[in-house]
């Protein structure tokens, strides 16, 4: 089956930090792989994504690389800031499976100024 | 214009009540989603309707029961409820396909006391 492994958390960084947060996935066929972000009392949202092994998706500061040599897809940024304080959704879909996505179980992350 | 809109966004309720989530999305898509978060962020998807069709039932107790009147609908009743339903439940909707993204309501917020 499918699944997503990423960072446990949370995790508490001050501002200006680099951030990465890991995740690996397992999966059957050739799955796009997405990012999404939760910020406080509001639902997912889409940082970025990546539909195909090399390929780099970015957005706000935030890039991560589909690397299928390892089966990863870490996020990144350069500078956190305040404003990023949120819950990190990594996740998966493969054509194959019906549309049901696969989701890691998410990583907190707290800014502090 | 919200793309995917849930009411109630906060439900306080008594155990052994029946409840219901209405959701609606205007972006076209063919695909919606009933997903359960839990106090510690873990998303669980619960069921999955494809132009109205019902394509994903995760093991959920059968007191749930989605219905989707049309493709721009999918409504979510829950019968007798329990303390354990207490969670946030999040519409979602996306085209069917692996690569697309999936658009999330800003979740109901169930209490039961």
């Known amino acids: 089956g499918n699944s997503v492994t990423q960072m446990e958390g949370p995790v508490t960084l001050s501002e200006e930090a680099f951030l990465t947060i890991n995740c690996t996935y397992t999966?059957?066929?050739?799955?796009?792989l997405f990012w999404y972000v939760q910020y406080p009392g509001e639902g997912l949202q889409l940082l970025l994504k990546a539909t195909k092994a090399d390929d780099k998706g970015s957005n706000k500061g935030f890039e991560a690389t589909y690397r299928k040599e390892t089966t990863s897809f870490h996020l990144e940024k350069g500078s956190v800031q305040v404003s990023d304080s949120a819950v990190y959704f990594c996740a998966l879909s493969v054509n194959t499976n019906a549309g049901k996505s696969t989701f890691g179980d998410g990583t907190t992350l707290t800014v502090k100024p | 214009d919200t793309a995917v809109s849930q009411t109630p966004k906060y439900l306080v309720t008594q155990m052994g009540n029946d409840k219901s989530i209405k959701c609606e999305q205007n972006?076209?898509?063919?695909?919606m989603y009933w997903y359960k978060q839990d106090s510690k962020k873990f998303l669980k998807i619960m069921f999955s309707?494809?132009?109205?069709?019902?394509?994903i039932n995760e093991t959920v107790p059968n007191r749930f029961s989605p219905k989707s009147p049309d493709k721009a609908h999918l409504n979510l009743h829950i019968n007798s409820l329990e303390l354990g339903d207490s969670a946030v439940y999040f519409c979602?909707?996306?085209?069917?396909?692996?690569?697309?993204?999936?658009?999330f309501g800003e979740g109901s917020w169930l209490t039961v006391v």
């Open positions: 972006l076209g898509h063919d695909t």
């Open positions: 999966a059957t066929g050739y799955p796009s």
């Open positions: 309707y494809n132009n109205k069709e019902l394509i």
């Open positions: 979602a909707s996306s085209q069917a396909g692996s690569g697309n993204t999936i658009y």
